[in-house]
């Protein structure tokens, strides 16, 4: 679909705990140049170093995507990644004070709603799809994961999600550029089972996770003395388990909305690919390990 570089209209302000760190961050996601494509900047560092956001600077995929340059570190960048993507938004400056993005709601929704006040400036020079000379597939054997580029003459991606639970089932989502993201897709949040929320803090993760930005899938029986764990962990004092098997701290926006964020990830990270792909992305229990594997290894091969 021939189209022109687009870019944001006015900067925009957003600001929040990171997920994973704890830590408050301030980020402002600025206007770009044409050809600039996604760049992040550390202003709390002393050069204000930049990160260009590309797969061969991903240095971590644990529970998130974090890229690095030198001393520059940006963590859980999946989220506005994928909100740029679902857009239609090829280039911007992320400028960030801390070390991991704000999680905010658990979704790109913040992001989405305030880009779609104001639209999205053309800046009048065509957009160069990334197109793919071969099919590449990049698979994990241990979990079963893959994920499959295939040429196409425009950007897709189709997802299936197994987590081998009663409560999610088999869930699959569908993107392409003909698809609404902002209803579809970018609401959708991220989510975590009851079960591993202990050992996440243990290991130093999900320190900003709290009940306004996680579902929390419940798939084995709880006490009310493990109820009243987490509730401490989240501050929240009344917590209970739905009928569905979910905490009672956020109503669904979908059925299969875990699985729509899992596509919801997919497309931020496979972003750093270096643009648009004129490519169908299939993948198979898809997680940031893989995604951005993938992305790496079709970077090495339009080498």
């Given at each position: 679909?021939?189209c022109?570089?687009?870019?944001?209209?006015?900067?925009?302000?957003?600001?929040?705990?990171?997920?994973?760190?704890?830590?408050?961050?301030?980020?402002?996601?600025?206007?770009?140049?044409?050809?600039?494509?996604?760049?992040?900047?550390?202003?709390?560092?002393?050069?204000?170093?930049?990160?260009?956001?590309?797969?061969?600077?991903?240095?971590?995929?644990?529970?998130?995507?974090?890229?690095?340059?030198?001393?520059?570190?940006?963590?859980t960048?999946?989220?506005?990644?994928?909100?740029?993507?679902?857009?239609?938004?090829?280039?911007?400056?992320?400028?960030?004070?801390?070390?991991?993005?704000?999680?905010?709601?658990?979704?790109?929704?913040?992001?989405?709603?305030a880009?779609?006040?104001?639209?999205?400036?053309?800046?009048?020079?065509?957009?160069?799809?990334?197109?793919?000379p071969?099919?590449?597939?990049?698979r994990?054997?241990r979990?079963?994961s893959?994920?499959?580029?295939?040429?196409?003459?425009?950007?897709?991606?189709?997802?299936?999600?197994?987590?081998?639970?009663?409560?999610?089932g088999?869930?699959?989502?569908?993107?392409?550029?003909?698809?609404?993201?902002?209803?579809?897709?970018?609401?959708?949040?991220?989510?975590?089972?009851?079960?591993?929320?202990?050992?996440?803090?243990?290991?130093?993760?999900?320190?900003?996770?709290?009940?306004?930005?996680?579902?929390?899938?419940?798939?084995?029986?709880?006490?009310?003395?493990?109820?009243?764990?987490?509730?401490?962990?989240?501050?929240?004092?009344?917590?209970?388990?739905?009928?569905?098997?979910?905490?009672?701290?956020?109503?669904?926006?979908?059925?299969?909305?875990?699985?729509?964020?899992?596509?919801?990830?997919?497309?931020?990270?496979?972003?750093l690919?270096?643009?648009?792909?004129?490519?169908?992305?299939?993948?198979?229990?898809?997680?940031?390990?893989?995604?951005?594997?993938?992305?790496?290894?079709?970077?090495?091969?339009?080498?």
């Open positions: 679909m021939p022109n570089q687009h870019t944001v209209k006015k900067s925009y302000y957003f600001e929040g705990k990171g997920l994973h760190t704890g830590t408050y961050s301030h980020m402002k996601l600025m206007p770009a140049p044409a050809g600039h494509g996604i760049k992040f900047r550390r202003t709390d560092l002393r050069s204000k170093p930049v990160i260009e956001a590309l797969a061969e600077n991903v240095t971590n995929t644990a529970r998130s995507t974090t890229v690095s340059h030198n001393e520059a570190v940006a963590v960048i999946e989220h506005i990644m994928s909100a740029l993507t679902g857009l239609g938004v090829d280039n911007a400056l992320i400028e960030l004070d801390n070390i991991e993005v704000p999680i905010l709601d658990g979704s790109a929704r913040p992001y989405v709603e880009i779609l006040q104001d639209g999205l400036k053309d800046q009048g020079v065509p957009r160069e799809y990334i197109d793919i071969q099919s590449l597939e990049i994990d054997d979990s079963g893959w994920v499959r580029i295939e040429p196409a003459a425009g950007p897709s991606a189709d997802i299936t999600v197994d987590f081998n639970s009663k409560i999610l088999i869930q699959s989502a569908h993107w392409d550029e003909h698809v609404d993201y902002a209803r579809e897709i970018g609401v959708c949040r991220t989510f975590v089972f009851f079960h591993e929320i202990e050992y996440l803090f243990r290991n130093n993760l999900i320190k900003g996770g709290d009940v306004d930005n996680a579902i929390v899938i419940v798939e084995h029986p709880v006490n009310e003395e493990q109820l009243s764990s987490i509730a401490r962990l989240f501050d929240m004092p009344d917590l209970q388990v739905t009928s569905e098997g979910y905490l009672n701290n956020l109503q669904l926006h979908f059925p299969d909305e875990c699985g729509r964020h899992k596509l919801l990830d997919l497309l931020g990270d496979m972003r690919a270096g643009g648009y792909l004129n490519a169908r992305i299939t993948a198979y229990k898809p997680g940031h390990s893989i995604n951005t594997k993938a992305a790496k290894a079709l970077r090495a091969l339009l080498k």
